[in-house]
């Protein structure tokens, strides 16, 4: 079928029981192919040699007409001075490694706050196997394959965080029109997660206490104030001197570094100053715990299983203690939604329309709550 390709006729062209294309009367070698799934694809036909080639170019409306006309108009011009145009699409960043980078800064770093968190998966678990292999040659297998060895090695609920990240990766590939399918389309998550209830008892909390007092800097002062605090380990181990106003007794979360996009205040109880009274400050260093001076520590999983052993208590992660501390400023009658305040949550008791109009900060009440539970802390070590 031979017909001018417009937005209006694109939209009216159906689905048939066979695939059919629309070869663009303005454009030779430009078409539309029509799939019985509904999908539509914008493709351009040249000869190179002595074969005809086929360069897929996007697919309708992740692409615009007007964009993949000029895609196609450019790889003729290729051919026209003696460039395979898929060959050099091939070699022109199309490889693994610069995808996933591309995908990073583009996509995920201005979208998404654990950016670097996909940054490291993606990094670890795809780049590292299929760097150098163009991106269009990923199959469902490798991406089973990838999903297997972490699963073979114990890291069950890993292998759900690679597949979801390859998933977010291939759906923006094909949105750009990098890749006509995604071989993580009909695979599903391999393990079945089960949300976690741990919460520390008052036994476990005292061998942790007394194993990080024997820790040096910086997990020895860390792992109690994330408990201290009740926040979360990516906010406490970000925790800036400037972000601290030990005059008032208050760490201000940033809006960029708050999961809900919004500043939130942290009362700092007795318990958790003198956490940060014991950290050294380094000069021209504006983290509070690093080990480099230039960046935030990490290291956790290594540290965790180190306070497990000289504690000798398990089965227990860093987020724990943060669920550790609400369950205890509840057993210690404190109200839900003061308790949901300090834990800076956006939904739970006061959600909805009642969020919307309850604007009040709850602050002495948040600092009343937390100083409740730096005293039941302190006590534990008596």
Not at 246 to 262: D, F, R
Not at 326 to 355: D, F, Q, Y
Request: aromatic fraction near 8%.
């Amino acid at each position: 079928m031979r017909k001018t390709l417009s937005i209006r006729a694109i939209e009216l062209f159906k689905p048939q029981a066979k695939r059919y294309e629309v070869h663009d009367l303005l454009c030779p070698g430009f078409s539309l192919r029509v799939f019985p799934t509904g999908k539509k694809v914008f493709t351009v036909k040249y000869r190179y040699g002595l074969k005809q080639r086929r360069l897929p170019i996007g697919v309708h409306p992740r692409i615009s007409l007007a964009e993949a006309r000029s895609k196609a108009i450019e790889a003729l011009r290729l051919v026209d001075d003696g460039i395979d145009p898929a060959a050099r699409r091939r070699q022109l960043g199309m490889n693994v490694e610069s995808i996933c980078a591309d995908f990073i800064r583009q996509y995920a770093r201005p979208r998404n706050r654990s950016w670097k968190e996909a940054e490291r998966i993606l990094g670890r678990e795809f780049v590292a196997v299929y760097g150098q292999r163009d991106i269009r040659e990923i199959k469902r297998h490798d991406i089973l394959e990838l999903m297997d060895g972490a699963i073979e090695r114990g890291a069950s609920y890993q292998a759900n965080r690679i597949h979801s990240n390859l998933r977010k990766l291939f759906n923006w590939c094909m949105e750009r029109g990098i890749v006509d399918a995604s071989p993580v389309m009909g695979t599903k998550p391999p393990t079945r997660e089960q949300a976690r209830d741990r919460v520390l008892t008052d036994d476990e909390i005292r061998a942790m206490l007394r194993a990080c007092a024997k820790e040096a800097y910086p997990f020895g002062q860390f792992v109690p104030l994330l408990l201290a605090t009740a926040q979360r380990r990516g906010e406490v181990s970000q925790m800036k001197w400037s972000q601290i106003d030990l005059v008032a007794e208050h760490w201000v979360i940033p809006a960029e570094l708050s999961k809900n996009g919004k500043p939130h205040v942290v009362p700092l109880n007795d318990f958790a100053l003198r956490l940060l009274a014991e950290v050294p400050r380094f000069a021209d260093c504006d983290w509070v715990f690093t080990t480099t001076r230039r960046s935030p520590i990490s290291g956790f999983s290594k540290a965790l299983r180190h306070i497990h052993e000289h504690s000798e208590t398990s089965d227990w992660r860093f987020h724990d203690l943060r669920r550790t501390a609400a369950s205890g400023m509840a057993r210690a009658g404190i109200a839900p939604h003061v308790v949901e305040k300090v834990l800076n949550h956006i939904s739970g008791t006061i959600s909805g329309v009642a969020a919307v109009y309850n604007r009040y900060g709850y602050d002495a009440e948040r600092r009343a709550a937390l100083d409740k539970w730096g005293s039941f802390l302190d006590g534990l070590g008596e």
